[in-house]
């Protein structure tokens, strides 16, 4: 614990000193009574004052040469210590204001540290809400590709249950027309109409051609549905039209397929 100095006993320190012919500072007062230097300093401060308004009682015995190197002395003790303590007043006030100074500059190294942290919190909450934006788009992009996969799928489902359809319709067609010799088919047809495939599209276009069936995405017509067609526009026209037995196709040139053989 500090010890506590009363201005007794730096009055006995400043009397010491000086009757010791030392120079007498708030330091070497200081050293003999211990205690704040704050203290000590009023309290030299107060004894000088007391010692200025007290005159020196000089002896009449003293030559007076004597008393006036004894005054300038005191004089000069005095204004040493004023100015001593000036200094140190002064010294206290610099480092005063270092301190506020340098509070100053950790005050404002606070709020910049505040409005930096502000900063990063702000852009991480920034990030965060991209981050979850870009989530959600991607989970909603999945979930419309799965939507487009189970899509595909039903429809790969449909266009299956549609080709089994199909096969098995072609196939009672098939069956329906008895034999494949019995069949007509788009290239036969040509031949009889004396016309190309463009000319024969045309005539079922502008419905002048007995509507065909589609065997395995092909156009045909079967011989007996032919021959009636033939019949009833003969009959409508009122002249003779020729059937397939009196005008059969010709033969095409190379080895006869699967069909001409079985039709044969």
């Known amino acids: 614990m500090q010890q506590v100095v009363t201005?007794?006993?730096?009055?006995?320190?400043?009397?010491?000193?000086?009757?010791?012919?030392?120079?007498v500072t708030g330091r070497a007062v200081l050293?003999?009574?211990?205690?704040?230097?704050?203290?000590?300093?009023s309290c030299i401060k107060e004894w000088r004052q007391g010692a200025a308004q007290d005159p020196v009682a000089v002896p009449s015995e003293i030559p007076p040469r004597?008393?006036?190197?004894?005054l300038r002395t005191l004089e000069q003790s005095q204004a040493d210590a004023s100015a001593e303590l000036?200094?140190?007043?002064?010294?206290?006030?610099?480092r005063e204001a270092e301190a506020l100074a340098g509070l100053g500059k950790a005050k404002k190294r606070i709020e910049q540290?505040?409005?930096?942290?502000?900063?990063?919190?702000?852009?991480?909450?920034?990030?965060?809400?991209?981050?979850?934006?870009?989530?959600?788009l991607a989970e909603q992009r999945n979930t419309n590709?799965?939507?487009?996969?189970?899509?595909?799928?039903?429809?790969?489902?449909?266009?299956?249950?549609?080709s089994k359809a199909t096969v098995a319709e072609q196939k009672k067609e098939i069956k329906e027309c008895g034999h494949i010799g019995n069949i007509i088919w788009g290239s036969d047809m040509e031949k009889i109409l004396g016309t190309d495939r463009r000319g024969v599209y045309r005539r079922i276009y502008n419905r002048t051609l007995l509507k065909p069936l589609?065997?395995?995405?092909?156009?045909?017509?079967?011989?007996?549905?032919?021959?009636?067609w033939l019949e009833k526009e003969a009959v409508r026209q009122g002249v003779a039209v020729a059937t397939t037995e009196s005008e059969p196709p010709r033969r095409r040139r190379g080895r006869p397929t699967k069909a001409e053989q079985a039709a044969r």
């Open 7 to 23: 201005y007794e006993a730096v009055a006995r320190a400043c009397e010491r000193l000086k009757s010791e012919g030392q120079k």
């Open 31 to 41: 050293a003999i009574t211990g205690g704040s230097l704050g203290t000590v300093l």
């Open 66 to 70: 004597i008393q006036v190197s004894i």
């Open 86 to 94: 000036k200094e140190e007043i002064n010294q206290a006030r610099v």
């Open 113 to 136: 540290l505040v409005a930096e942290l502000d900063e990063i919190w702000t852009q991480a909450v920034e990030e965060l809400q991209v981050a979850e934006k870009a989530l959600a």
């Open 145 to 162: 590709q799965i939507d487009i996969l189970t899509g595909t799928k039903a429809a790969l489902g449909e266009l299956r249950t549609e």
């Open 214 to 228: 589609k065997i395995c995405g092909k156009i045909c017509w079967r011989r007996e549905d032919w021959e009636k």
